[in-house]
């Protein structure tokens, strides 16, 4: 299907005025047919009388259409575009079709409930998903609105945009919506389960499949507790009233993102009601879920960007906006800690790989492009310099300059020059400089310091360097603090501006000069610039000693980030890292910075948004990793041990233990699942028992039987993707190739089922196995990806790449297949980026082996 090119998208806006939709949908044979019924009627006025548009419908079979009362002809429907010509001056255009459920989460996505054989549907309209649903003008700036009546089975919930009344039993009509952008159109249909709620005028809904019921019910003051404080804070801080009338929130299944702004119905993958025991670093994920999506009530669907080079201005101040009011509105303080472990790193590796591009980018000819832009870049990078900026500013000129862009753009569309102008006039400073070195260029700075220390053990000279890569040689200002620790605590904190104007990049830190050096010196103290960060030879020298002690959580954070940022940079072995684990994992207190700990040492998954990931098994040559694992379980255990009993600390040491284990282990695996060896305070419960038993089947203690028998006694949805992945994992030939077959030809299968058996195949113990499906990999994707849609390539094909065939002979079989025609973008960029990362892990494994052939580790 061919995507909507901008110059397209420029001509049609300039044509068109969107004045209305009414759509109306019939799920009554949801159960049974894989089709529904789609009619709808859009109006709208044209510049030039007599003149031609298109119109998009992505649908199985249409079956009328008519134009100012004048039929045309179904059949000049060319893929997904339906040619309209000789328009008058306003226009009626009625659209008749049948239209595909999906099983990959885009369009109108059908799921039966292997629990109790009930089906759920809901709708994804996302980028340019909404003609799969839909008639309609599948682009941002051209927006209306929405009036839906829906025909569902009687027994079924139905939920929209707006406010819904089952007139009669089945019969369901919505009121109109004020003007949005076809993107954010969405409902949900099927026996949901549901709670309902009010605050400060605004009906609140939350939304389940039966079989989490009752984890919804007792999470449900907590979800509702949050999402009343972020509706107090928004009000206060945007001076806007929340527009839309009520807000649903819907737990939906096989969802393929975290969530989604749909104006009154956000949509959010159900793995975010808790089933079984989880940390506070999982609750503190769903509450800034609940705040980012929140916040692009105003960003993105109050106004939305006028094409997708600006997606940057929902995603950035959403992700912006979610991390500050966790942070200020909920127990979860410590939210910028978390940002700076994991969601920057994200930011950062991004911005350094092949596909990097500026955060305000104007290379996206195309709405399928903009897919591949939704990364590190557009939400972590972006969120972080939006940090600093207001930082720069200061608050409250911040505030009120985003205000004035409200009442400037209200339900309408804007563009970066819109919001600069709007902060530019409240601040009274140009900010296009700023713009053009932080939105408008690629690629991260690295700031690292020079010290000189006399003898009596006080700074005689520090220096901070700031580098560029040769091939984006941008260097920027930055304002940072400089910390030095003493004894685990902060004992000197300097605040400094780098100019990168003077001395080439070098910043004189004067007031150290003559301050103890003690035992840590830590650049961007604080975490207020974006810029990658190393350490000083003493300051690294030390790292083993000081980090365990080091009592400010963010500071630990900026530690671990960037240690595991130089492994992936092939500047430290891995072996140091795996040293620094040891030593600092025992003592590390606060969940989200364990997480991600255990997350860059033990995860088995490259996962675009994890760069860090599997430090062990990709940077350490294979003849070292058994070694490397023995040592991080142990210190996962000692980290079990010294926590609290039934607390996230031990839960989460746990799950890294497991994914650590090895042979000598599988007894006490098999313990813990039977009972007889299950440590004080630690839950199995159903996630844990299949983590366990993942594991098993990686080292080849547990067979097909015992697979079979687990998904018996957890029918659920996760109980299956369970069982899919453990079953992929398994060291064995047939498991191996029906797993295969899965990942590349299978497209009955669901999203999240195919996406699981690609996420269990590749095993670094398994290297000899699996060697026969690496070129596979490259030889056989490219088909796969030409059959299925962008988002599923990019979920299948992220999942499915050979990550742990660390060889020379795997870059070669990229760049052959890199070198082909036929290649989708979307395969392209995640074999290019993929690629990257895999030649990073050699470089780290060729610096290993050269300092074991020194004597140097």
Known sequence: MPSLTRDEAVARAEMLRVHAYRIDLDLTAAADAGTFASTTTILFSAQRQGGETFVEVRCAQLHEVTLNGARLD?????????????????????????MEYSNTGEGLHRFTDPEDGAVYLYAQSFLDDAQRVFACFDQPDLKAPFTLTVSAPSEWEVAGNGVGTQVTPGRWEFATTQPLATYFVSLIAGPYHVRRDEHDGIPLGLYCRRGLAAHLDKDADELFGFTKAFFDRYHELFAVRYPFGKYDQAFVPEFNEGAMENAGLITIRDDAIFRSAV???EREVRAEFIAHEMAHMWFGDFITMRWWDDLWLNESFAEYMGYRLTSEATRFTGAWTSFAIGRKGWGYAADQ?????????????????????????????????????????GDDVFIAGLRAHFAAHAFGNATLDDLLNALSRASGRDLSAWAEV???????????????VGPDGRFTAVEIVQTAPSEFPTLRPHRIAVGVYHDGSLRQRVEVDVDPTIDA??????????????????????????AKIRFDEASRAGLSMVLPSLTDPLARALVWAAAADAVRDAEVPATEFVALCAAGMPAETTPSVLQDLVRFATSRLVDARFPHTGVVDRFLPAEAQPVARATIAQALLGAMDAAPHGGGIQLIAARGFISSAGPADVSRLRGWLDGSQTPT?????????????????????????DIEAEHERDRSASGAEHAARCRAARPDVDAKAAAWRIIVADDSLSNRLVGAAAEGFWQPQQTDLTRPYVPRYFDEMPAAAARRSQMMTLLVSEAAYPRHAVEPETVEAAQRMLARPDVTPGLRRVVTDYTDELQRALAGRSLVRALAGRGDH
Do not use: C
């Open 279 to 281: 940390a506070d670093d």
């Open 74 to 98: 179904p059949a000049s429907l060319v893929d997904n575009r339906l040619l309209l010509p000789g328009l008058a001056a306003e226009n009626e255009l009625v659209v008749r079709a049948s």
């Open 438 to 452: 932080w939105l408008r260029r690629a690629q991260v700075n690295t700031l690292r310091p020079e010290v000189s």
């Open 353 to 393: 790989r092949p596909s990097t591009h500026p955060v305000a980018s104007d290379s996206l000819l195309d709405a399928g492009l903009a897919l591949l832009n939704f990364d590190g870049i557009s939400y972590a990078k972006g969120a972080a310099v939006l940090r600093q900026l207001v930082a720069w500013l």
């Open 505 to 530: 990049g070098r910043t004189n830190v004067a007031e150290l000069v003559g301050v103890p050096a003690g035992d840590f010196l830590l650049l961007n103290d604080g975490d207020l610039t974006y």
């Open 681 to 705: 305070g630690l839950e199995i419960d159903a996630e844990m028992r299949w983590t366990v038993l993942g594991r098993l089947s990686v080292l080849g203690a547990v067979g097909e039987d």
